[in-house]
């Protein structure tokens, strides 16, 4: 149940208290995040880390002027590749199979096979599929920062472009995806700390289906769906 009551403890944090985060419940924080899975184990992304102040000033300026992003102790950005190439993809696998020990040539049939896939999609779906990926991540840093009693919000309410603009990110290759403020939660001035969890209850979450219901529901309305499940 630890990680049950972990994520119960944990809110999206309104009001940060400044409070710096200790380096040791950071680095656990980043390691979560980097044990995360990723399609074909590609880890299509990357964690930049900001305390700066400065550059937290300027980052607020566009993302609406949330005080969480100046209150914070450090920033975490994710940033997801623009799209996938041979050189990229044979990067990541050849350092996998040197790690394994085994030739590079392995993965070739696998590598070929999804270049292919991933040519035929076209650019917008790859920069789509790296940044999906980014947020398996991103949960990960959420679920590992409530474990350390860090308090964290996760956060899309920025301005994409003009942060990958101030990060010269254009040239690099990456698109920025989400991002994550560090911290504490000032309790006397969050108007979030005290109110209840919302969540969808269980039986208009999770159905549980068969061969037959899926016939029996194609193409239904899924709120209808759900009705049903819950009437069995
Ligand atoms: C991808 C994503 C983006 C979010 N963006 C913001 C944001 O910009 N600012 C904010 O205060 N909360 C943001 N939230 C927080 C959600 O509103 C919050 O997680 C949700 O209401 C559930 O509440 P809880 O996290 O407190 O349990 C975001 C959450 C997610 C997962």
């Known amino acids: ?31 979560a995040a980097r044990l995360a899975p990723s399609s074909s184990g590609l880890q299509q992304y990357k964690i930049i880390v900001i305390s700066d102040k400065t550059l937290l000033e300027k980052i607020k300026g566009f993302s ?11 920033l975490l950005i994710w940033v997801a ?3 996938y190439t041979d050189e990229r993809i044979s990067s990541v696998f050849n350092d996998m199979m040197d790690e394994r020990n085994l030739p590079h040539s392995t993965m070739d049939s696998y590598r070929k096979t999804i270049l292919n896939l991933y040519e035929e999609a076209g650019q917008e779906w790859q920069a789509h599929h790296a940044s999906k990926q980014s947020y398996i991540s991103f949960a990960m840093a959420i679920a590992a920062a409530a474990e350390q009693k860090v308090d964290a919000t996760p956060m899309e309410g920025f301005i994409a472009e003009k942060l990958d603009d101030l990060l010269k990110l254009k040239e690099t290759g990456y698109k920025t995806t989400v991002i994550l403020p560090l911290g504490f939660r000032e309790t006397e001035n969050d108007w979030l700390v005290n109110m209840k969890k919302f969540r969808i209850p269980k039986d208009k ?16 309305p899924m709120e209808q769906t759900l009705d049903d499940f819950t009437q069995k």
């Open 64 to 74: 609406y002027h949330q005080s969480q992003i100046t209150d914070c102790s450090h």
């Open 81 to 83: 590749w623009d799209g």
């Open 205 to 220: 979450f999770i159905m549980e289906m068969t061969m037959e219901d899926a016939a029996d529901i194609a193409g239904q």
């Open 1 to 31: 149940m630890a990680l049950i009551d972990d994520l119960n403890w944990r809110y999206a944090t309104k009001k940060m208290n400044g409070q710096v985060v200790p380096q040791e419940k950071l680095e656990y924080i980043l390691e």
